[in-house]
Every structure is written in C-alpha cells, then in structure tokens.
C-alpha cells in the first residue's frame, strides 16, 4: 500500500562517540531496515560535507526518510519506538518536516511508495522536494564533476529554504531533500532557472542515472524553528 504520509527528519551529532553511534546506526540500517506499524518505506541516509553535495562524508548529520498510511502511525513511531528513541537521544538536534505526497514519477530501489492520489490540488503554504538517482558506477567521476557547479545554481535560490545533499551509499546512490516557500518559487527554478536547464540537459545526454525518482510534496508541519516559513495547514 503506498504511503499517503512523508516524513522527513535531519538530526545532527556531535562529539566522538555520538558520531560512531550514529555511523555504526546507519551501517545498521543497510542490513536491517526500520519497521513499524504502518511503515510503507523508510531510509536512513548519510549526508556530505559543506552543503551536503559532496564526495566527502559529514559524520555529524543524517537524514531520516519515513513513509507512512498515516500521520497517527507516524506520530505512534516517533513517540515510542525504543530504536528511534535512542538514536535521537544520541543526537544534539533535529530538524525537518511533515509532508504529503502530490505528484511524482520515477522509483526507488524499484519501488514506488508514494501514494499520490490527492493529485495537483491548490496549495499557498510551503512545499518540499526529493530527487534521487541511482549513479551508473561507470559514470560517477563524470557525474561528480559536474555536481560542484550544479549544486551551486541552489545558493541564494528566491524562497529556497533548505537544501541537502544525501545519500545511502558513497558516490553511486544520490538524492536531494529540498524545502521551499512555495510552489511558485520551485516552479521558477526548476522551469526558469538559466542554470538549472544545462544540469538537465548533460543528465539525458550522458545518461548519468540507472535509476531516478522525483516526488514534489506539501509541507504541512515543520519540526524546527530554523526554517522561517509558515506551514499552510
């Protein structure tokens, strides 16, 4: 059953043995993967250094990507589940959002647990994006080449909020989590946006990805105060 529930979370770590904690969790998470009730699809994945767009790791943060029936199984995990619980208590702190799916196409891992049936519906508040490749591993180093330049064209976006890179293994399987103001700023750096169209055109002409997904979303909780944008429930 695809997830009608997203949520997303970034938690940071600092210090020695909370950073082993957490790479020795995620490493984890590789062989077993999370469960829940009413946990369509999870990842636990690795950012970069910098902006997250890099081949160099940053030990002191991870993502959290959950997919769920619903927003009261979402709520039961993160209140209770004792495995959740302890890898938060390892963490200093803990950013992200709540979000529903709207439109998307692709897969992941050759899934697709996204349940989109409240469609192109009219929506003023925040909105969030995941795109995720899969590197044919013949084309990485091409690929890497390119992605200083690319992930430069993000800085200073109009109504880009956050954005980082992340990844569940080096080099070869990629995705960006992005937050906006709204879908009119998207809108505009995705289809006006001088820089982005020469991303996308060397994507189709070298082929980069085995694998791709693309799943726009909107933002209906925001779990930090850092980001300034109101949701729009």
């Given at each position: 059953m695809p997830g009608?529930?997203?949520?997303?979370r970034f938690l940071e770590f600092k210090g020695f043995s909370a950073k082993r904690y957490a790479f020795a969790e995620m490493g984890r998470s590789l062989v077993n993967g999370w469960m829940a009730d009413g946990l369509v699809f999870s990842k636990q994945?690795?950012?970069?250094?910098g902006n997250g767009f890099s081949v160099l790791p940053n030990f002191g943060l991870y993502a959290w990507l959950g997919v769920w029936e619903s927003p009261a199984h979402a709520e039961q995990f993160f209140q209770h589940d004792s495995r959740w619980l302890k890898l938060i208590h390892e963490?200093?702190?803990?950013?992200?959002w709540d979000a529903v799916p709207?439109?998307?196409?692709?897969?992941?891992?050759?899934?697709?647990?996204?349940?989109?049936s409240e469609g192109e519906t009219d929506w003023d508040g925040p909105v969030a994006v995941i795109t995720r490749a899969s590197i044919r591993w013949f084309k990485s180093?091409?690929?890497?080449?390119?992605?200083p330049s690319a992930s430069k064209h993000l800085e200073g976006k109009q109504g880009l909020k956050y954005a980082k890179g992340v990844g569940e293994l080096p080099l070869f399987e990629q995705a960006t989590?992005?937050?906006?103001?709204?879908?009119?700023n998207l809108d505009q750096f995705a289809y006006q946006s001088k820089e982005h169209a020469p991303m996308i055109k060397k994507t189709r002409q070298y082929d980069w990805y085995s694998e791709e997904m693309f799943v726009r979303m909107k933002v209906v909780k925001l779990v930090s105060s850092q980001w300034s944008v109101v949701s729009g429930q």
């Open positions: 009608k529930f997203i949520t997303i994945l690795g950012t970069g250094a963490s200093t702190n803990i950013s992200g709207m439109k998307g196409k692709g897969t992941w891992n050759g899934l697709q647990p996204f349940d989109f180093l091409l690929f890497w080449w390119n992605v989590f992005s937050l906006w103001e709204s879908a009119r």
